[in-house]
């Protein structure tokens, strides 16, 4: 079963910086692209970062671009999301995600889903 497990949420001071991480268990992680969303309170789920199998590829949101980091090490089987510069508007429940059809992240969203970890910047 296909299982992306996040952690490292919590709260910070605007400005600071954290660090999220998504073990993956369950399939073959260096097979599959990855990314991360977000849902704040009251909005829809927004894409915040991706990076396919390899690591070769990576793309962001505007509102993070500049900011937000994100990385793999397929030997360990984690993507993480580095989070730098926050701000009140990045609070949110940010969720990992997992695919390897072709497609997914790009034309549909993917198909598996974290529990999610909640992050809360303070102004």
């Known amino acids: 079963q296909v299982q992306p497990v996040e952690s490292g949420g919590g709260l910070v001071q605007a400005g600071g910086s954290l660090r999220l991480s998504c073990a993956a268990s369950?399939?073959?992680?260096?097979?599959?692209?990855m990314g991360w969303f977000r849902q704040a309170p009251g909005k829809e789920r927004e894409f915040v970062a991706y990076?396919?199998?390899?690591?070769?590829?990576?793309c962001y949101a505007d509102s993070v671009k500049g900011r937000f980091t994100i990385s793999r090490d397929n030997v360990k089987n984690t993507v993480s999301l580095q989070m730098n510069s926050l701000t009140p508007d990045d609070t949110a429940v940010y969720y990992c995600a997992a695919d390897n059809r072709v497609g997914a992240f790009d034309r549909f969203p993917p198909s598996y889903w974290g529990q999610g970890t909640q992050v809360t910047v303070s102004s």
């Open positions: 990076i396919n199998w390899s690591g070769s590829r990576v």
């Open positions: 369950g399939f073959t992680f260096s097979t599959y692209n």
